[in-house]
């Protein structure tokens, strides 16, 4: 329940270098009226019980209401309203808030006929009843006092450039109930017969019989608020006190203290215009509070500016604010549900269908809501188009957004077990990661929902995964690989260190072999040299005997006689000779068996020294290739790394 004091609030005040304005409050209290309004207005002369007729009547208050004054000074200036609606009682409009305005009473000392006329427009352009309070009768002059609606025609314009047909104001007017106060008549026609208050009005406004300018003047008023008013009602009320000393305080009496036929007349005048008021409306459609605001202001912004009230461009005006708060409201209702959607968790297919759905409503709702023709309401139309198509691309975004957080955060949470054995090295090799990592993918296709992203961004995190775990355990590799090379530049280091102290007793061993072979062959030349002497000795043996030879046959040819003797001697000395020369032959072919034994012990040891050097050779070439294979699988192993770093 509303908690607001309830209170008169000026509605329409008129301000000195200003002109008429729209008072805040009243503005505010207008537009949180949501619902279909009818709008009460209550027209007089001033200081003839208006404010009263209000408040004790429509608003049943018998204090504090609006203002109430025992002087000849008009109470209310402007037009103000009650800021509480009334619920309707018209059970054809239930769903209608009813609003009453007092209006200033025209024919004040401090006003001129201008302001009332501006003021009964106001009153007649934003009601849907208008309530005419007048004192005494339905007489000539009361209705001559109506004549200022007849100058209404020419203040007012239905389209623009274009000439009222006088019948067409009625469609826009009000309807009309006069209530005649301080009624002292009796209601009975020229007959005698009982008439009722309605009828009392209609015959009241017959057409007068005669020619003159008079009667044409009085017929005119009559003719024009027929047609200005279509629907029109009568009501009339006896004074309500007898005493003229109590009506100076008239509004601190209570009801209790009225007459008694007042009082009664009161509760049926409140039912009829209750019953008989319908909710405001302007080109077919409902006014409500917001749609009211706005009508006030296009009508006071004409008549501040000096121009005629023109009901179309007060209507465009409305249909321009309210489209655009339409407008709002629908591409407020769809961000409301696209709310609701992201709360739902939809799935990515059902993200089309869920446009069309959504559009739909959307548009059922503004077009529900809409005021005025196709054509006026054409580029609204195409805002709420552009809008809604935005803010759906926005929503896409935004779920596809949100969806891929959805993805990562999976990813991500599933991922860091693996990632915390992957850093602390439990992983003796990569295929052990890549069958957990497996898991994990597998995961992810059975648990999360489609999408056209799900696969690129299990892609883009599985390559910067694979990427980062080929990196750590590459690291690791390179690890074991720069221990294990270490280790083998360890051993090589010990296999060159010893190949090099082997080599070094392979080139003293070399080197002591060259020295015996040296020595060996100088004693090879040394025993060339023996033979040579020996042959040189032979040689000279060999001549010796030769010249013996000689000899003995000089001998011969000499001597026979010492012939004998000689060849005596002389096979002595030849037998000496060969004796010697045998002996000497035998000590030679000793000394040539102890070379040539000798020669072949050197010719062994030679054999043996490049047979020793050959194995060493091969020791050598052996230990090479062990080398150069060691260095291979150094090679090998570095490729690898290559490999896996790639």
Known sequence: MDSTEEKALPFISYKEQVGFVLNPEAEAFLLKQNRKLGVISVVGKYRTGKSFLINRVLLQRQKKGFNVGPTINPCTKGLWLWNHPIASQNPECEDMDVIVVDVEGFGGLDESANHDTRIFLFALLLSSMFIYNSVGSIDENAIQNLSLIINLAKEIQIKTNQQNENEDLGQYFPSFFWIVRDFALKLVDQSGNPISSKEYLENSLQTQKGVSDAIETKNRTRRLLKQFFKERDCATMVRPLESEKELQRLDEVTNDGLRPEFIDQMAKVRAKVMRKLRPKVLNGKYVTGPMLVELAK??????????????????????????????????????????????????????????????????????????????????????????????????????????????????????????????????????????????????????????????????????????????????????????????????????????????????????????????????????????????????????????????????????????????????????????????????????????EKERALTEQEKLFATKERDMLSGRIDSMKEEIERFKQEIQKKNGKVEVNLM
């Open 298 to 595: 296009a009508y006071i912004s004409a008549m501040n500016s000096g121009r005629v009230p023109n009901i179309e461009n007060a209507w465009t005006y409305v249909v321009s604010s309210e489209s655009h708060k339409n407008l709002e409201e629908s591409l407020r209702l769809m961000d409301e549900r696209l709310v609701e959607l992201q709360k739902s968790g939809i799935k990515a297919e059902d993200v089309k269908t869920i446009k069309e759905k959504l559009k739909a409503e959307v548009f059922d709702h503004f077009k529900k809501r809409a005021l005025g023709s196709d054509q006026e309401l054409k580029d609204v139309y195409e805002q709420l188009k552009k809008g809604f198509k935005t803010k759906y691309r926005i929503f896409k975004e935004r779920f596809s957004t949100d969806l891929r957080e959805r993805y990562e955060n999976f990813l991500k949470e599933r991922y860091e077990p693996i990632e915390q054995k992957l850093k602390s090295d439990e992983y003796t090799n990569y295929y052990e990661f890549q069958h957990e990592f497996s898991k994990l993918r597998a995961e992810y296709e059975t648990q999360m929902p489609g999408g056209p992203q799900k696969e690129r961004v299990l892609k883009e995190f599985s390559e910067r995964v694979y990427s980062l775990a080929a990196e750590q355990l590459t690291k690791k590799k390179e690890s074991e690989m720069m221990k294990e090379s270490r280790r083998l530049a360890k051993k090589l280091d010990l296999t060159e260190t010893e190949l090099q102290s082997k080599k070094k007793e392979l080139d003293s061993e070399k080197e002591k072999f060259q020295q015996k072979l040296e020595e060996i062959e100088k004693e090879k030349n040394r025993l060339k040299g023996v033979e040579s002497s020996f042959n040189e000795r032979l040689a000279t043996v060999t001549k010796e005997r030769d010249t013996l030879r000689a000899a003995l046959e000089e001998v011969t040819q000499r001597s026979k006689s010492e012939k004998e003797e000689l060849e005596t001697q002389s096979k002595r000395r030849i037998e000496e000779l060969e004796r010697a020369l045998e002996n000497t032959k035998l000590d030679l072919v000793k000394q040539q068996g102890e070379h």
